[in-house]
């Protein structure tokens, strides 16, 4: 009998704790989210300050203090949601759970290694629970889609990345032969830099060609950049329209291994081939 009415004691308050922690339909619920929140905020701009020189020389101790203050906070926080709920392991490995270890091992690791707790602004992604308090819960689904045409756009941005590097390559090589050392091309990984920071638009300026043929190079390089910026975009682009649509399957043909067809397609869309 004690033990059943322990047991459900035990019940009782993880309960009650975990419709505080993890609800935010409730009045306590909200009122926890919204004051960790603000929890989350301090720390980070905290953190930040200790980074400047001038305030951390007036007031280090006591940004140190309250370093050390939010993260037990959070310490604490982070054991009652891994004892209030039914499965800790599968919380502690899920991306809220990552993200709320991240948050507090920072100052910890601090103690052995030396400016390892500026990593504390990780704490902003804890900020992303502000979707639970103002019941945006339903555009998580929207970051799911996101994710989903990411994922699915990795062959070809890999195929994409790998064309693009074979190209500043050459670039940079042909800027290296035509400008030589004393223009600032001093090696090709130096024109491959330049290659890169043009290509992409970036335009940094501290290195530039002096030559017709180098500047005519460079030309084109630039109005290249503006067509290459396009591309992974409309590759995404596709895939998200895939994504949100959810009419099309991965399947390929097994005859001319073209893929994007209709989940209920029975024949191949470009070949005929039956699927």
Not at 56 to 85: N, P
Not at 136 to 151: D, I, N, Q, S, W
Not at 194 to 210: E, F, M, N, R
Request: glycine share 6%; hydrophobic share 50%.
């Amino acid at each position: 009998m004690n033990s059943i009415i322990k047991n459900n004691s035990n019940r009782g308050w993880r309960k009650v704790l975990f419709e505080i922690i993890f609800e935010a339909e409730t009045p306590a619920g909200k009122w926890f989210d919204i004051v960790l929140i603000i929890s989350i905020l301090l720390s980070v701009v905290i953190v930040m300050l200790d980074s400047v020189n001038s305030i951390r020389s007036k007031y280090g101790e006591f940004l140190y203090a309250a370093e050390w203050f939010f993260t037990i906070l959070f310490t604490v926080e982070y054991i009652f949601r891994l004892l209030c709920i039914g499965k800790p392991i599968r919380y502690a490995v899920s991306f809220f759970g990552i993200v709320d270890l991240l948050a507090i091992l920072p100052t910890y690791m601090s103690l052995l290694f030396f400016g390892s707790r500026y990593l504390l602004v990780v704490r902003v992604l804890r900020v992303l629970r502000i979707f639970r308090v103002l019941k945006l819960g339903h555009h998580t689904k929207e970051a799911a889609v996101l994710r989903k045409a990411l994922y699915a756009s990795r062959q070809k941005i890999i195929v994409f990345i790998f064309v693009v590097l074979t190209l500043v390559v050459i670039i940079g090589s042909l800027m290296y032969v035509i400008e030589e050392e004393e223009n600032g091309f001093t090696s090709i990984p130096r024109s491959v830099y330049w290659a890169i920071v043009t290509l992409t638009t970036v335009g940094y300026g501290d290195i530039s060609p002096k030559s017709g043929m180098g500047q005519f190079l460079a030309a084109i390089v630039m109005i290249l950049g503006y067509s290459i910026i396009a591309v992974p975009t409309g590759i995404v682009t596709v895939e998200l329209s895939r994504a949100q649509t959810g009419k099309t399957s991965s399947q390929a043909c097994p005859n001319c291994s073209a893929e994007g067809h209709d989940r209920d397609a029975q024949y191949c869309k470009f070949c005929g081939t039956k699927l």
